[in-house]
């Protein structure tokens, strides 16, 4: 009954936050501002009901290093999609025509913060968080990552390839980070800045969510196995190897810090949390 009240009430206000901004879109300052209260609100309901239905501080969303964890992740987020970028441009596969919309960036932030926080909480916090209780850390990966996914085949371009591609990059690399830290920060802002730097930097499409308007006026052609096709980057070969390369970094800094969960380890999985530096 715990887990299915907190699914109940990240989702609730996950599905109302997202609604609230979609309905906004053509207001950039109004997008800004109601995905950046979605954001706020996703955190505070799920410290709430999380702590409520399992009597422990959440630890996962401590405020103590929030603001650092979340500019780390920021960073990184902003880089590793940026060497993708930067290897399509070499092989001449993508291309900037000119500048592109800075009200419609403005607009992005706000979306892409809504998006990132309550993926994160969903994808992370509940469900790779309470599944590795049972099997370990590295089924929960594998699980929470095919689930992760599968659930961008709903998106309008959506691809099997896609979906394949987010499991294994995005799936692997965030839950790892959360693994190395036993925090959200740090994937909640490798997820924003990843999506960020795609559409309201670079001007690529999203998982196959249909056009953009970043800062950037540009397009991507050439094979899809190197540029993503019409799902975007996110698609692409690069971004799988360069994703697969950074899940490998977290694992390993979560082997050097203690943080991997054996598969027949009993327990609380949320003390892991206190050795994380």
Known sequence: MKLVWQILAVVAVSAVGGQIVNAVQGNPWLSLLLGGLAAVLSVLVYRWVVGRTEGRPVTELARQGARGALLRG????????GCVIAN???LGDYEVHGSGSLTGAIAL???MAGAAVTEE???RGLLFRL???GT????????SGVVFGASHLLNKD??????????????????????????LWLPIGLHFGWNFAESGIFGTEVSGNGDVHGLLDASTSGSKLITGG?????????????????TLVFLWLAHRRGTIVPRRRTGRVDALATLAR
């Open 109 to 111: 932030v706000g979306f």
């Open 136 to 143: 370990g850390t590295y089924i929960a990966l594998v699980l």
């Open 131 to 133: 599944v590795e209780r």
């Open 88 to 90: 399509l441009y070499f």
């Open 158 to 183: 959506a691809t099997v390839l896609g979906a394949v591609a987010i499991a294994i990059e995005a799936g692997g690399t965030l839950a790892a980070a959360y693994i190395a830290t036993r925090s």
């Open 230 to 246: 019409e799902f975007g980057p996110e698609a692409s070969v690069y971004s799988v190897v360069f994703g697969a390369l950074l």
């Open 121 to 123: 909480l969903m994808f």
């Open 74 to 81: 920021l960073v990184l987020g902003v880089v590793w999609f």
